[in-house]
């Protein structure tokens, strides 16, 4: 009878637990995909245009005839431009609502190479060496690195990549937007800092990093009118030149394309 007690025990320590910050990710991502409690930023990623460029062919390159992991992938629209190139794609998010409608979705377009699976994204459900590219569109940021860098290196595959599009946390005034709009984000989240990319070093055999947005940000106000276009062009040349003759001003960007690499 003991033994019964002690085999039940046992089990149930193996079983997982989701921690109180995984909850909360969990809890406000069902309700900012619900309700659309981002919306109000919408304005701001108007802005994008060169950055997600770059990002789209650098998936499309790496993804062709691969197997592809989404890491957090949201209700799926990511999912469904990889899943054009992909020879099999499973995407992962922690919200249960997320999956339900990246599922559905996928249905109506009649995709069969792909599987959306609620899952910890700090562990993974996966073996060792499963996938050629993990791809991530601002997750990273809401987790912890150490474990989170450490389970994407181990379903990598030798030669593999890990692509991640994030927000970073040096310049002071999105920080202070950030501040002024909490319902926009979790309490948990941490924008990227240097220190983290260098973390990322730790993990992974090469590291590189494109920055993006700076003085682009001062198009978003512009965004319906006729000069829109042209005025972001000018900016996006202007970050380039400022990253370039003041590597220093990097880290002041909004967000950044980080490529990592396991030989």
Not at 111 to 119: K, P, V
Not at 129 to 155: A, P, Q, T
């Amino acid at each position: 009878m003991l033994s019964t007690y002690f085999l039940i025990f046992a089990s149930l320590l193996l079983i997982p637990v989701m921690s109180d910050r995984l909850k909360r990710e969990k809890e406000y991502h069902n309700k900012a995909f619900s309700e659309g409690l981002r919306k109000p930023a919408d304005k701001y990623y108007t802005i994008h245009a060169a950055s997600l460029k770059k990002l789209n062919k650098t998936l499309e390159q790496y993804s062709k005839g691969k197997s592809v992991l989404e890491y957090g992938c949201g209700p799926g629209d990511n999912a469904f431009f990889l899943a054009l190139h992909a020879a099999k794609l499973v995407a992962i998010d922690i919200s249960d609502y997320a999956i339900k409608t990246a599922t559905e979705r996928a249905k109506q377009l009649y995709l069969t190479n792909t599987e959306f699976r609620e899952m910890n994204a700090e562990e993974l459900e996966f073996d060792d060496n499963s996938f050629d590219l993990v791809f991530g569109n601002s997750i990273i940021h809401h987790l912890d690195l150490d474990i989170s860098f450490g389970e994407i290196r181990r379903v990598l595959k030798p030669g593999g990549k890990a692509i991640f599009y994030e927000p970073l946390g040096h310049n002071f005034f999105i920080n202070h937007y950030r501040k002024a709009t909490p319902e926009m984000r979790t309490e948990d989240e941490h924008p990227l800092l240097i220190d983290d990319i260098n973390l990322a070093r730790e993990y992974f055999d090469e590291v590189s990093v494109d920055f993006y947005h700076l003085s682009t940000l001062a198009a978003v106000p512009f965004r319906n009118s006729f000069i829109f276009k042209p005025f972001l062009k000018f900016l996006c040349g202007t970050d380039r030149l400022i990253f370039k003759m003041l590597p220093f001003m990097r880290k002041y960007a909004w967000f950044c394309i980080l490529e990592l690499g396991k030989k």
